[in-house]
């Protein structure tokens, strides 16, 4: 009974975004990893030199795309 996460849960949603944003932009993206032999980052950054920022792959996220988007109705002309 003295180790039931119920008791020992201290994170609240706010402490929790906090710690995953560290974890993921300053922990996880600093560490070398395996596969890439770099950090994200490094390596994220060196893509970004060698190729350039693809603009013509960013989304802007406007009306026209919202409507594109859309899910589309039924017969009876009602989304859920």
């Not at 974890?23 to 994200?40: C, I």
Request: with cysteine.
């Amino acid at each position: 009974g003295s180790h039931l996460p119920k008791k020992l849960a201290e994170w609240t949603l706010h402490d929790l975004y906090y710690g995953i944003q560290h974890w993921a932009f300053e922990f996880y993206d600093e560490q070398e990893h395996p596969a890439l032999g770099d950090s994200p980052r490094a390596t994220f950054v060196r893509g970004l030199r060698e190729n350039g920022s693809r603009e013509q792959r960013r989304i802007t996220f406007d009306r026209d795309f919202l409507i594109a988007t859309c899910p589309p109705v039924d017969r009876t002309g009602m989304r859920q």
